[in-house]
Structure formats: C-alpha cells, structure tokens
C-alpha cells in the first residue's frame, strides 16, 4: 500500500482558478463579489487567517473588507455593526472571525447575520438546510474536507467515518454531510468526544477518521488508525521547536510522522484541510453574489 498524501494547497489553486473565471463573468454583468470580514482583538490565529482571506480574495478578484474592533467593543455595537452591514446591497459576503471574547454572546452575533450573507454557513437556517440537504452555503472547513475527498476521488460509499470532535463549526456538520445519501457521503458515522469512553477502539475500525478534537496537539497515535485508512487532520497547534526561527511548529491532532505510514491518505498540517477552508469560503461569496443559494 503506497501512502498518498492530500495536498490542500493543489486543490485551493484549482479552486481559485475555477472562481476567478466565476468572478470574471460576474464583473463583466457589473457584480463585483464582496467579502466583509469582523475581527474583534488581536489574537494572532484569526489575524493571520483574516489576512489570507484578503489575499486570496484578491487573487481571484473578490473585493475584501475587514473591519476591526478592539477586544473592548461592547455586544450591542457588534451587532449595530452587523445590522448595518445587512443592509448593504454591495456587500454579498459577511463573516465574523471566531473566538469572540467572553463579554459578546457568539449565538447573538450569528443569529444577527443576514442568512443571505451567511457564507460562514454558521446561522440556524443555514445549519438546518446543510442537516436537511437543502441548497445552503455549507460551513467552510467542513466543505472543504468534502472538497479534498471529491478531488481524490476517495470512496466514502458504505465506509465507517469517524469523526473525533462535535463542535458547531466542525464535527458536528461533517458528521451530518458524510451520512447524507450523495458522494461525498452515504458512510456508516459515529461521532467521538472526550466523554467517549471506549475512543482509541472506535477510531480504530474506521475507514475514514476526521480529527477535529482540537485540545491537544498529535493526541491521534499510531495505535488508533486502522491500516490502509484516510485520516483528515482538521486540527493546527503551534508547538515549541527551537530548530525554527520562529521558535515554534505547526501540527495536527493526529501524530502525523509515526501514523503517515499506516495510511491510504493522508492530510498533513499545515497545507491540508487549511487552505480548503479558505476556498470554500470564497465559493460561498460568489455563490451569494450569484444568488444561487437565496434568490
């Protein structure tokens, strides 16, 4: 068995060309798509995923507007903020970066956003048509791994898919999009937390293991994938390593040098479910500035 590894960035630029020629077409009918990102604080994951947003949408010709607040900035001026962003018909795309801090109700500021907008796919409309396989703008990182399977041409038919983790944002969606009855999908999914007891068992039967536990770095050891399995790697942690200048490296949840080996496919982090992410959330823009979703 020869280990392939799922390699994000090859299938973010092929995304990227398919929608700048999408993007393209819609300027010449005079629609230029535009994103508008909210940034509350300073924390340095969500600086440095907003800023390569704002790049690949100017790659592809998505006008990028991001707005950022002070880690002080009260709920109710968040959600002035949203509302006014609503009600502007040259903005098609409208996400505001997670974590918020504790003060600001993130369930306030989701609901707040125009489903229409929603392209982070996190309102309840937009959730309960992904759950009902209705047309909805799909949560990005969750779509991407869908994405990354298409392209690979992964079977999932009939496959056990485990999933490590059952956030909102995560486990919980890619759970409900693999059982779904269309490729990818129609697999066999049974959703782990930390309060599974039984977890290094159940990870191992599984064709297809998603890890997005993302509270311990390298926590998904050799010991717990099958042999010949996918294993898509949703976590990143920054861990010290004095060998690079930065002081530190990025990993996974899963263990990525020792269970390589016993793989079919592999995610690595990072360049895997990362930059897919990114472009699932650009395709959700263009499809709002199309209006496919919400007419």
């Known amino acids: 068995m020869i280990m392939k590894i799922i ?28 994103l508008v990102a909210i940034l509350v604080g300073s924390d340095p994951a969500s600086q440095t995923y907003v800023g390569a947003k704002e790049k690949a949408s100017a ?28 009600d502007d018909e040259e903005v098609h795309g409208l996400i505001v970066q997670l974590p918020l801090p504790k003060h600001i109700s993130t369930d306030k500021v989701i609901n707040t956003i125009n489903p229409k907008k929603d392209v982070d796919g996190f309102h309840p409309e937009n959730f309960g048509r992904m759950a009902l396989d209705l047309p909805s703008y799909f949560p990005a990182t969750p779509n991407g791994i869908l994405e990354l399977i298409k392209y690979y041409n992964i079977e999932t038919s009939g496959k056990h898919c485990v999933v490590l983790g ?49 509270f311990q770095p390298l926590s998904v050891t050799k010991d717990m994938v099958k042999e ?18 930065s002081g530190f490296r990025l990993v996974g949840d899963v263990d990525y040098d020792n ?33 496919e979703i919400y007419h």
């Open 7 to 34: 390699d994000g960035k090859l299938v973010f630029e092929n995304v990227k060309e398919r929608l700048k020629k999408e993007v393209a077409g819609l300027i010449d009918k005079g629609i230029n798509p535009h």
């Open 59 to 86: 790659e592809i010709g998505i006008l990028s507007t991001v707005y950022r607040y002070e880690e002080s900035i009260s709920e109710q001026e968040l959600i002035k903020c949203i509302q006014v962003i609503n």
């Open 166 to 214: 059952r956030s909102n944002i995560v486990g919980r969606p890619i759970s409900l999009m693999m059982a779904q009855k269309k490729y990818p999908g129609d697999s066999t999914v049974t959703v782990c937390h930390t309060r599974t007891k039984n977890l290094n068992e159940i990870a191992r039967s599984a064709d297809i293991l998603i890890a997005a536990m993302g």
């Open 228 to 245: 010949g399995a996918v294993v898509i790697d949703v976590g990143i942690h920054r861990i010290e390593d004095k060998s690079k200048k």
């Open 259 to 291: 269970v390589a080996e016993k793989t079919s496919y592999i995610t690595p982090v990072p360049g895997g479910v990362g930059p897919m992410t990114i472009a699932s959330l650009l395709a959700n823009t263009v499809k709002a500035a199309k209006k």
